[in-house]
């Protein structure tokens, strides 16, 4: 099994995909890359053991991805990949 920070980072990064992706209005919503990372994020999740703290935040994630379909205009948009940043940065 890898280090927790390592599987931390790892998660970081998918996160900031998941950034990257959601948060440029200009395109179309890339819902399955969206989905693909933040699964990926999720399992990573699943490799340590987690604090309590990280375990809300994987939580507040789970959430976010149930909430993905409700976003309907870019101002829904960017406040949801704002709360995902702001869980990416709490980590």
């Known amino acids: 099994m890898r280090d927790k920070q390592f ?3 790892s998660i970081k990064m998918d996160l900031y995909r998941v950034v990257t992706a959601a948060g440029d209005t200009n395109k179309e ?4 890359s969206i989905i693909e990372f933040m699964e990926h994020a999720n399992k990573d999740f699943e490799k340590v053991e987690l604090t309590d703290r990280e375990k809300g935040l994987k939580q507040e994630l789970q959430n976010l991805l149930d909430r993905l379909s409700q ?15 702001t869980i990416r940065c709490r980590l």
């Open 7 to 9: 599987l931390i980072n």
């Open 29 to 32: 919503l890339p819902k399955q």
């Open 71 to 85: 976003i309907r205009d870019p101002l829904s948009r960017l406040r949801w990949t704002e709360d995902v940043m």
